[in-house]
């Protein structure tokens, strides 16, 4: 999550959308939403999907087995980076991640995406107080392809934003339009189910 939001938001694309491929994956997909500064817990729970624990230690078929998908939003986006990081430390893989109006919160790097990374691709509006970063870039090209740096421009909110608290919708109007736009988010559920090979969300947009 972006900002101080809490993981347990309904009015949230990122939960909104975990919560989807929960129902369509009620078996062998783990899904958990973490407020930003949480990341080293997200970090954790991974290694504990894959099997390690105090007495074991994961192999390297438990590594390579991983198939990890991370996304945020602002804070949230700098968070998937960091987090991306950690689990190159830990030499496992990340199959994707998105970044939505990345903002870099501080000791953080937004903008390289390590080796363990197949696939990033980063969502941006350049408006606003707050706009995201406008280019991702791979610190080895060699093992990770940049989708793109895709630029979206706001002159009215989505009605979904309506739910958004006012001070959001007055303050930080664009920053929040890319959070709450439904065409946006179905092609980030799109690309997600395309990397765990499953079909298409239906009434898709793109």
């Known amino acids: 999550m972006g900002g101080n939001v809490a993981p347990t938001d309904t009015t949230r694309n990122e939960l909104i959308i975990s919560e989807r491929l929960r129902a369509a994956y009620p078996q062998g997909v783990y899904l958990q939403v973490f407020e ?4 080293q817990e997200a970090h954790q729970q991974i290694s504990q999907w894959l099997g390690a624990s105090p007495e074991h230690s994961l192999s390297a078929e438990e590594k390579s087995s991983a198939k990890i998908i991370l996304y945020g939003h602002s804070w949230g986006a700098s968070a998937v980076v960091a987090l991306a990081d950690e689990l190159q430390k830990d030499s496992v893989p990340v199959a994707l991640t998105i970044q939505v109006d990345s903002i870099e919160r501080g000791g953080q790097n937004d903008a390289v995406i390590p080796p363990n990374v197949a696939r990033a691709i980063n969502f941006y509006q350049p408006d606003g107080i707050f706009h995201g970063r406008t280019e991702i870039r791979a610190a080895d090209p060699a093992h990770t392809q940049i989708l793109g740096n895709f ?23 664009t920053h929040i ?16 189910r395309e990397t765990l090979n499953a079909p298409p969300a239906e009434n898709s947009s793109h």
């Open 36 to 39: 930003n500064r949480r990341f």
């Open 177 to 192: 339009a890319i959070e709450c736009d439904p065409v946006l988010w179905r092609r980030i559920e799109n690309l997600i």
């Open 151 to 173: 630029e979206f421009s706001y002159k009215e909110l989505p009605p979904e934003c309506s739910s958004y608290r006012w001070y959001e919708r007055m303050l930080t109007k």
